[in-house]
């Protein structure tokens, strides 16, 4: 730009803040590049240290309250409420009651009675609890058998339903290590080994799986959207992702070796084997992916409407595409499999997944729902130099977020001339040039999404965030700091049903101590989540807008 720069050229005032608009850009650009080369150039530092048998610069990571790396629009987007602190007498549940007495002693003559004064008192008792069970024998000579009383229903085993319900809900509902549980229950004079424990913890929960399996299809029959997202987490270690299917009646969690359509497309399945179609959709994605035209016409060569197991469809493109190459393959796949999943009759299909911007959950649902603050998070990632940018880019901000809240306050009262008013204000709002080219990119790229972000003016019970699933992602997250990963197959199961099973009965309402010991002691006294769902979904329909109810 310097070189084609003409001095005369700078006439009028206007051209003169053309001119100082670009030098600024082209500042904050050379800024920018100057910073990663200082980034670049340190790791090499330390890399020639390192081979030379020094050591680098220490990695010390940043202070969280470092302003320049928080990405949070937590100020921006809330307006801060009122708490008024409710009393918790009244939900406290006493279970014994004691006199207390004035001694007689200091009392006068006159000194009348005037009732009680409650003061509830909080505390626990964890201690063994241990039975001695004496079964009746019996033994008849005639037949040569002996006839041997149960135990109770409830009891299996060498350890009661108390401690078999205890030991889930303190690994999975209070996140806390199999070593430190067993020192907590080896201190209460609970003699159980290590390898007891954590086979009571991962082992022999079919009735909890078959109930997690039960909730989750009901959670997707409970709206026509769900909120997704994965994050990462070890198995046997190796690398898998844990990913995160909710809305505002469950949670549930699938872990996978990848993160890829297909994968995606497993989990909203619940796991189920393959299936690949090819009809019209499937060729019209091939279209989207701009695959030759030579694969498109061998592929309508294939069985129209078939549906094929995987063996079956991945030896077909073996004989028939052998040419294709690995990513032009994955496509196809994708392809086939979304093709196969909307014409899914025996499971519910989701119509609309709310999540960020990641590739792999785009093109499984006829629509898709972008979060709001994921968008918002690209823009607090500008970092400019130029104190102008900066004013630029907080003056923007404070636009964005306010146009955000208009949003939640139409979500409450949805009508026709809102829906209009927020269409063309979004339009207004993100076609604004401000000069400071990498906000303009920014503003360009927010326009761009705007059917999927703009999609609650359509369907206002969309949420316009995906933080439901963000936060379930951050309990595995959680879980991963402590517990690190699992090492077997039934131990990643375990750990996405009670999970599931935790965090489905916190939006139930539902105590999950009370929940598993009702479960491990026979009684079922507690309804099954899946039939929660689908009343509390019956009283919300949340699906309203799509014509249909629950």
């Given at each position: 730009m310097l070189r084609s720069f003409d001095i005369?050229?700078?006439?009028d005032l206007d051209r003169a803040r053309e001119a100082i608009g670009k030098l600024l850009n082209l500042i904050e650009g050379l800024q920018q590049e100057n910073q990663e080369l200082k980034r670049l150039n340190q790791l090499l530092r330390d890399e020639l240290r390192r081979l030379n048998g020094e050591q680098g610069k220490p990695d010390i990571k940043p202070s969280s309250k470092d302003k320049g790396k928080n990405f949070s629009s937590e100020k921006e987007r809330k307006k801060r409420k009122q708490r008024n602190k409710k009393s918790k007498k009244d939900r406290i549940k006493t279970h014994h009651k004691c006199i207390c007495k004035v001694d007689p002693d200091i009392l006068p003559e006159d000194a009348k009675f005037k009732g009680y004064q409650p003061v509830v008192v909080q505390d626990v008792i964890f201690s063994a609890s241990n039975t001695l069970f004496l079964k009746e024998k019996y033994y008849s000579p005639s037949l040569n058998k002996t006839y041997l009383a149960p135990l109770p229903p409830s009891y299996d085993g060498e350890f009661g339903p108390g401690l078999k319900a205890l030991v889930p809900k303190l690994y999975y509902g209070s996140n806390i290590t199999e070593q430190k549980i067993l020192d907590l229950l080896q201190d209460a004079d609970i003699h159980i080994s290590a390898g007891k424990l954590s086979d009571m913890l991962i082992k022999n929960h079919e009735r909890f799986h078959a109930e997690k399996d039960a909730l989750y299809e009901a959670g997707l029959n409970s709206t026509p959207w769900q909120n997704i997202d994965d994050t990462s987490m070890r198995v046997n270690a190796q690398n898998h992702f844990c990913h995160i299917v909710c809305n505002p009646f469950y949670t549930a969690y699938f872990t996978a070796p990848n993160k890829t359509r297909l994968t995606v497309l497993d989990v909203l399945k619940n796991l189920a084997p393959r299936t690949f179609l090819i009809n019209e959709e499937a060729l019209r994605y091939i279209d989207i992916f701009k695959l030759p035209k030579a694969v498109a016409q061998e592929l309508s060569a294939l069985p129209l409407g078939q549906?094929?197991?995987?063996?079956?469809?991945?030896?077909?493109?073996?004989?028939?595409?052998?040419?294709?190459?690995?990513?032009?393959?994955?496509h196809l796949l994708d392809a086939a499999a979304v093709a196969a999943y909307h014409a899914v009759m025996e499971f519910p299909v989701v119509s609309v997944l709310l999540c960020d911007d990641a590739p792999q959950f785009k093109l499984i649902t006829r629509q898709l729902s972008l979060c709001w603050i994921h968008d918002g998070r690209h823009y607090k990632k500008l970092d400019p130099f130029i104190n102008h940018h900066r004013k630029l880019l907080d003056g923007f901000l404070d636009t964005y977020w306010d146009y955000y809240r208009e949003l939640l306050t139409y979500r409450e009262a949805p009508s026709d001339s809102q829906h209009i008013r927020l269409d063309h204000l979004f339009d207004e709002i993100f076609s604004t040039a401000t000069g400071y080219d990498a906000l303009d990119q920014r503003i360009a790229k927010t326009k761009a999404k705007k059917h999927s972000l703009l999609l609650v003016l359509d369907h206002p019970e969309l949420p316009l965030h995906n933080n439901d699933a963000e936060l379930s992602a951050r309990g595995r997250v959680c879980k991963r700091v402590v517990s690190f990963g699992t090492r077997v197959q039934d131990g990643t199961k375990a750990w996405d049903t009670f999970m599931s099973l935790a965090a489905t009965t916190r939006k139930l309402g539902i105590n999950f101590l009370d929940y598993l010991y009702d479960r491990i002691s026979g009684l079922c006294s507690i309804p099954n989540q899946a039939e929660l769902i689908t009343q509390r979904a019956a009283v919300l329909n949340l699906g309203a807008s799509w014509g249909q109810g629950p």
């Open positions: 005369s050229a700078i006439i549906t094929f197991d995987e063996p079956t469809f991945l030896n077909l493109l073996d004989q028939r595409l052998p040419q294709l190459g690995p990513q032009q393959r994955t």
